[in-house]
């Protein structure tokens, strides 16, 4: 299976879940979140550092309940255009 490209957008969106996660994971180390998440550090270093920037629905609510994160102000904040 031949995966399309990724847009610019999409990109970004993925950036910018990263950027979330990092800050709010804040000193506890990516093992302790990842473990509570039930992923791999190396999935969650991925994703924080946009290498995986379309991580799947399911992980990503896994990291907002280890992270204490709703799922609503993950899309918030991830969006590209405001959500009205």
Known sequence: ???????PEERERGE????????ARGGRSMA????????????????????APTPAFFTVAALARALGL???ELVVRCALVPVA
């Open 1 to 7: 299976m031949v995966r399309t490209p990724l847009t």
């Open 16 to 23: 910018r879940l990263g950027q979330l996660l990092r800050e």
């Open 32 to 51: 302790d979140v990842a473990g509570a998440a039930g992923i791999s550090a190396e999935t969650l270093r991925k994703i924080e550092t946009g290498r």
């Open 70 to 72: 709703s799922m609503d």
